[in-house]
T-cell receptor, first 112, second 114 residues
Framework: ETGVTQTPRHLVMGMTNKKSLKCEQHLGHNAMYWYKQSAKKPLELMFVYNFKEQTENNSVPSRFSPECPNSSHLFLHLHTLQPEDSALYLC???????????FGQGTRLTVV | GEDVEQSLFLSVREGDSSVINCTYTDSSSTYLYWYKQEPGAGLQLLTYIFSNMDMKQDQRLTVLLNKKDKHLSLRIADTQTGDSAIYFCAETETYGGATNKLIFGTGTLLAVQP
């Protein structure tokens, strides 16, 4: 148990569906992150939020829409995804300027 | 841009030592990390080292950093079958008030043979 919880653990969605991934942390951190882990590729940073403000968008397509209503919760809204978006989506949190980032278990997304 | 490279696969026998290597290109890296990922799980932070250190030991884990060659290694003593996993090297440049943006390697799959 790392203190970062992601739901759902697995998600299968059609290309025309709209779904959301949820991340919650109870570590008192102020920075939260979305990473994408595709097969045979390094983990890619997608978005960074610091004190609820987005500070990084790593050229992510607009079909991925993040939301950070407070420092404890982070969402990733998905719509009209492509099969190549199938991956493990990992959420992480850290203290602002801290040295350690803690990861959730991830959501395994399959787009059909 | 920054780049972190690792070998893809390492096989060892139970009880032997494992050494997983990593090279990075960003000379301004502040912290370097080792994460472990077991099948179907997220990433677990194993250990990290500050760039002004050259060695850190934590129980069975020893991290060696050669900053001149930009080379990082993780040694696992007395490797057990439960150590079988993918090990990721990562680096970050953290400066006052900034967030912790990690740049990851592709991961090394460690297979421990009984």
């Amino acid at each position: 148990e790392t203190g970062v919880t992601q739901t759902p653990r697995h998600l299968v969605m059609g290309m025309t569906n709209k779904k959301s991934l949820k991340c919650e942390q109870h570590l008192g951190h102020n920075a939260m992150y979305w990473y994408k882990q595709s097969a045979k590729k390094p983990l890619e940073l997608m978005f960074v939020y610091n004190f609820k403000e987005q500070t990084e968008n790593n050229s992510v397509p607009s079909r991925f829409s993040p939301e950070c209503p407070n420092s404890s919760h982070l969402f990733l809204h998905l719509h009209t995804l492509q099969p190549e978006d199938s991956a493990l989506y990992l959420c992480a949190s850290s203290r602002t300027g801290g040295t350690e980032a803690f990861f959730g278990q991830g959501t395994r997304l399959t787009v059909v | 841009g920054e780049d972190v490279e690792q070998s893809l696969f390492l096989s060892v026998r139970e009880g032997d030592s494992s050494v997983i290597n990593c090279t990075y290109t960003d000379s301004s890296s502040t912290y370097l990390y080792w994460y472990k990922q077991e099948p179907g799980a997220g990433l677990q932070l194993l250990t990290y080292i500050f760039s002004n250190m050259d060695m850190k030991q934590d129980q069975r884990l020893t991290v060696l950093l050669n900053k001149k060659d930009k080379h990082l290694s993780l040694r696992i003593a007395d490797t057990q079958t439960g150590d079988s996993a993918i090990y990721f090297c990562a680096e970050t440049e953290t400066y006052g008030g900034a967030t912790n943006k990690l740049i990851f390697g592709t991961g090394t799959l460690l297979a421990v043979q009984p």
